[in-house]
């Protein structure tokens, strides 16, 4: 266990009130985890310590042309219920038929993910009533999912360093197929609900990340990692503002050695930023609760992040029976490999587990220990160039037209590029300044034209976007660089031309 | 005459003669169904459509050009298949009302080879039931009720007795599609079976249903029951027509992945002469309590006429079925409480005016929608999903079934070809008599005999075999092998013959007083 977690032990890191009931700022400030897999010292408070464990479960919407189980299309911010079929508002009589690439877009991420792809997996129905789900119930994998046991490898840097990074694994327990829902909206002035089922339907893939987790940032790099991959391989857009990539948080708190404390699951997260914030305050929040002598309930709470803190969910109070079933429309799934691949298959009608293995692109680990080994750069660099999308291929075109080291372009990439491009909100496909003209910047600072504050100077000007190149900047700004020579001779009728002075000067 | 005949060879010769034309076809159709009203057979009669597909029918036969033996053939379709525009209601308050956008395949099928659809068949609400008296639109009454063989044999011992009450029952829950092939009203007709539905009513309106193997034809459409039992029926009036149906129907669907990948080959069914090297199965659990003493003796002189003609008939046992009925009732009604889920007056069907909250609308749609069988069903189907019961019933359940199909496999696997079996414990009661029980008893009686080959997705036919003592139908059931239809067909068509069953004497007379009371009293013989 000691190999995967923080196992990093927490203790409350404020001052409680003086007795009084007035609350504590909570998640004010930032809970330092301990990166280091090392125990946090003592506080002052000298209690005993507390150990977060935080498992995640996430839900991918897959990246397909058309729905799970039948053929309407997918596609963000269409107009409300135009994109819904027979299926998907569950006429009586209407039965799922699986879409192949959904399958595909699973198995896919299951290999990347280090899992077992299972051979035969079952679709299962979940009940409950809900306005967004027409058919009162869900299908999902709960008994045989698609894949199971892989894991997960991520990276974050310790006391906010990017020189200090620490890789570790989160355990995935598995990842099913199931059924978007579509969505409610509440008119509450009107009295009224809208149900908009366009989403209704939709691929996902739910990710379960077992709970080797100790705080908000392990959690938020590893959802990161998860959406490289998943962007990588193209089985997800997961972009999390466009409701792409879910995150759910089990959070509980416990003292080292003792039994794992009652969980509450967090949702309504829908950023990076937030997903930290959120499991942060919630450990806090319980570690606090417990210490005032209270209880955690296992129930489920939303994150706000106006107020950046947690608070029950009303509509999931009290305990459902989600009475689960097989569908009985779906024969089960079964995936072939190249040994156990029937010769007079068809094979559009096959999945072949080793035919997607054989194709799986680089993962981002691999992408960054290429652009490590290929270009000397450091290794937490890579992380920065995969980090931000386009920035690798950017990085890429600038080393390629120019003569100056991959090792110093790096340093005009990371500092000078992406400082300005997040100052603006700009993502590296608007920058004004494109590779070609940053690497004829640089073949200027190369070829000792021009000096680096003039590089800079020039870069300045560069981002007005106004089309100039960098040597007409040079030019009409005059930053050459000039040679000794000249250098002299312009001292010479400096000099000339001021004879008295000089005179003067030199007497002292 | 044409009228009366069989598919294959009297009405489709008939319409390729030009003899009758499928309009004259369709209008007499029509005008049947108008006279027997009252047997209350059709939920929905689509006159104008019909009329439409019976010119266009007629206009590929002038041309020269019938699409098959289909064409201009007027059919029914059972109220739980979806008929776009034409209303879909399961005999229920919740879809009362309800127009299907889209054909189930069947019925589109159907309509690709020029059938002519009259209108939607009675049933019990969503097939929850095996006396078709259980719907919103009430009961449908047996058209043996009005022949001459039950008059000349029951009534007049009942004479005193208000006339009213000696009507007797099609069975359920496609009795609307067997009294509408049983009273000429249409050539052939679809049924649903999960646990009988279809060779139920066929036995006691004696017609032909066959209950075909699970997966041989396509579901999408089909208003589900029991998603992993349900399979669409075929009623006619004589097993050749059966074969014509099923050809027309079977194979696969990519919109049902249930159903098999490969194409199904359509087969005429060849006159037996030979039934030497043929294997009868007597399974001797169907020698069930209740089993009157009339079918008794009409079953094993069935099975003697088998051994006097060469066959090999040899006792065989099916030791779990017994214990069918109890695990159809478990897996019946967790799927139905799954299945009915979706009826909550969001999308369509019936919504309550009730707006306190979505909850409180939820719950009114339903109360008002549903009758209590249905509801009962939903209760206790959600009963034994409970987490803390799903190991005890669900599961147990479902080893029971792959038990009772591991029987008929063992059997079969003993060099057994069919089995033979009574459909049904006795023949039609009379109404009164009927609802004196409860659904739930009632469809636990009646479904029996026919229930294991839903269990085991088997293919299974009623074949009318006799008249019984009251002068009503009785048939036996003929249980074959997983997509044997065609051996099945062939041993049924083998044994309609020599069995000669007589052609129903209806007399439509002081019946036909709802609508048509100016009409002359007709009598079709």
Known sequence: AAARGCGGVWRRAWQRGAGGPAPVPRGQRAVACNARGGAVPAGKSGLAPWVPVVGLEIHAQISSNSKLFSGSQVQFAAAPNSLVSFFDASLPGTLPVLNRRCVEAAVMTGLALNCSINKRSLFDRKHYFYADLPAGYQITQQRVPIAVNGSLSYSLCIDNKMSQMVTKTVRIKQIQLEQDSGKSLHDDTRNQTLVDLNRAGVGLMEVVMEPDMCCGEEAAAAVRELQLILQTLGSSQAVMAAGQLRVDANVSVHHPGEHYGVRTEVKNINSLRFLAKAVDYEIQ??????????????????????????????????????????????????????????????????????????????????????????????????????????????????????????????????????????????????????????????????????SSTAAKQVLAELWKGEGKTPFEIVKEKKLELIDQKELEQICQVVIDGQENEVIMMVLG | AALKGGLRFQVSAALKEGRVTPTELCQRCLSLIKSTKFLNAYITVAEETALKQAEESETRYRRGQPLGVLDGIPIAVKDNFNTAGIETTCASNMLKGYISPYNATVVQKLL???????????????????????????????????????????????????????????????????????????????????????????????????????????????????????????????????????????????????????????????????????????????????????????????????????????????????????????????????????????????????????????????????NDVVRGRILSGNYFLLKQNYENYFIKAQKVRRLIANDFVKVFGSGVDILLTPTTLSDAVPYMEFIKEDNRTRSAQDDILTQAANMAGLPAINVPTGLSERGLPVGLQFIGQSFQEKQLLTVAKWFEKQVKFPMIQLEVKRHDHSAFQHQKPAFFS
């Not at chain 1, 129930?299 to 989600?322: H, I, N, W």
């Not at chain 1, 000397?376 to 080291?405: A, C, R, S, W, Y």
């Not at chain 2, 009915?340 to 979505?358: C, P, Q, W």
């Open chain 1, 285 to 450: 929040r319980q570690i606090e609760e417990l210490e005032n002598g209270g209880t955690i309930l296992n129930e489920t709470r939303a994150f706000d992040s106006k107020l950046g803190c947690t608070v029950p969910m009303r509509d999931k109070e009290g305990k459902q029976d989600y009475r689960f079933m097989p569908e009985p429309n779906l024969p089960p799934l079964i995936l072939y490999d190249a040994k156990s691949l029937p010769a007079n298959m068809n094979h559009q009608q096959v999945v072949n587990i080793d035919w997607i293995h054989e194709r799986l692109p680089d993962l981002p680990s691999v992408k960054r220990a290429k652009l490590v080994e290929r270009y000397g750069i450091l290794p937490e660099h890579g992380f920065t160039l995969l980090n931000e999308d386009g920035l690798t291929e950017f990085f890429e075109n600038v080393v390629k037209q120019t003569q100056m080291k991959p090792k110093k372009v790096i340093g005009w990439i990371l500092n000078d590029l992406l400082s300005y491009l997040k100052q603006h909100s700009l993502t590296v496909k608007e920058s004004p300044v494109s590779s070609f003209l940053l690497a004829d910047l640089l073949n200027l600072l190369e070829k000792k034209e021009i």
């Open chain 2, 112 to 370: 690709d080879q020029g059938a002519v659809l009259l209108g939607k068949t009675n049933l019990d609400e969503f097939a929850m039931g095996s006396g078709s008296t259980d719907g919103v639109f009430g009961p449908v009454r047996n058209p043996w009720s009005y022949s001459r063989q039950y008059r000349e044999k029951s009534v007049p011992k009942s004479r005193s007795e208000d006339e009213e009450s000696n009507w007797v029952i099609t069975g359920g829950s496609s009795g609307g599609s067997a009294a509408a092939v049983s009273s000429f009203t249409c050539f052939a007709a679809l049924g649903s079976d999960t646990g009988g539905s279809t060779r139920n009513p066929a036995a006691h309106c004696g017609v032909v249903g066959l209950k075909p193997t699970y997966g041989l034809i396509s579901r999408h459409g089909l208003i589900p029951l029991v998603n992993s039992m349900d399979v669409p029926g075929i009623l006619t009036r004589c097993v050749d027509d059966a074969a014509v149906v099923l050809g027309s129907l079977a194979g696969h669907d990519p919109k049902d992945s249930t159903t098999i990948q490969d194409n199904f080959k359509p087969f005429e069914l060849p006159n037996l002469t030979d039934v030497s090297k043929l294997s009868i199965g007597i399974p001797k659990e169907y020698h069930a309590p209740g089993l009157s003493s009339e079918i008794l003796a009409l079953w094993s002189k069935a099975a003697d006429l088998f051994k006097n003609a060469g066959a090999k008939v040899v006792e065989v046992s099916l030791p779990h079925t017994r214990y069918s009925i109890v695990c159809y009732h478990v897996l019946c009604t967790a799927e139905v409480a799954s299945n009915m889920a979706r009826f909550d007056g969001l999308e369509y069907g019936h919504r309550s005016d009730m707006n306190k909250s979505t909850e409180s609308m939820y719950a009114a749609t339903r109360r008002e929608g549903f």
